[in-house]
């Protein structure tokens, strides 16, 4: 069954965009469109989507959309997506509940994982949103309440695709160029990757790949 999307924005612009992107996406069906908090609230009861692909900061809605919708419809995700939120914006849409957050300006494979991923259950943020965290020196982790589980690490197939080349020691531009995707969207693909295994940098990526067999271990015996 195709994951049902609702955008809420005001920008035609944006709209158009999005619509022609999930266009070429089989998984994708977009549902409706809405303008506004009250119609936003008016559709879902009409659309339930899986997915609300919401700009928060734009006139007519605010992170209060996105709590408030929660509240009513707790089996839909929320992602934010916007120009150039500032941090004080990322972490009002954070705390209202958010399953991922991306900006207007990521790429085309960015905008479609972030929708999937969090139709699949898991968190998106895209490294720019990271980064703008980093710079403020807000950790993401503190506005993530997901228990820890014994569950086996889920990675995707593109994910994993990353892990290998990354532990043939390749670089993230080469590694874009290998998979025809662009450094910044490689770069998110690193963040999330770290971010489900629970480490935070290359060299234990490197570990987790030679321990899983995701590359050989004895190549790094010859390389000089």
């Known amino acids: 069954m195709a994951i049902q999307l609702l955008l809420a924005d005001t920008s035609d612009l944006a709209i ?6 999930f266009a070429g996406i089989p998984r994708v069906q977009v549902a409706g469109v809405v303008r506004d908090k009250e119609e936003l609230f008016a559709r879902l009861p009409e659309v339930r989507p899986d997915v609300v692909l919401i700009d928060h ?29 500032s941090p004080v914006a990322i972490m009002n849409a954070l705390r209202s509940g958010v399953s991922g957050y991306i900006k207007k300006d990521c790429g085309r494979d960015e905008i479609v994982d972030a929708v999937l991923q969090t139709a699949d259950g898991d968190r998106f943020f895209c490294g720019k949103i990271v980064e703008a965290l980093e710079r ?4 993401l982790d503190r506005f993530e309440h997901q228990p820890l589980t014994c569950d086996p690490v889920s990675l995707t197939e593109r994910e994993v695709e990353v892990v290998r080349l990354i532990a043939d020691g390749l670089s993230y531009t080469r590694i874009a160029e290998l998979l025809d995707l662009s450094a910044h969207t ?5 963040r999330n990757i770290m971010q489900k295994l629970g480490v935070n940098n290359t060299a234990a990526v490197v570990m987790y790949a030679v321990k899983h067999g ?3 271990p004895n190549k790094f015996l010859f390389n000089g």
Not at 58 to 75: N, P
Not at 186 to 190: A, E, F, Q, Y
Request: aromatic share 6%.
């Open 16 to 21: 158009i965009g999005l619509e022609t992107i």
């Open 186 to 190: 490689v770069t998110t693909h690193r």
């Open 214 to 216: 995701l590359n050989s």
């Open 57 to 85: 900061t734009a006139e007519g809605f605010g992170a209060e959309s996105v709590r408030d919708g929660l509240t009513h419809w707790k089996r839909t995700r929320f992602v934010a997506i916007t120009a150039d939120p």
């Open 136 to 139: 403020a020196d807000i950790r």
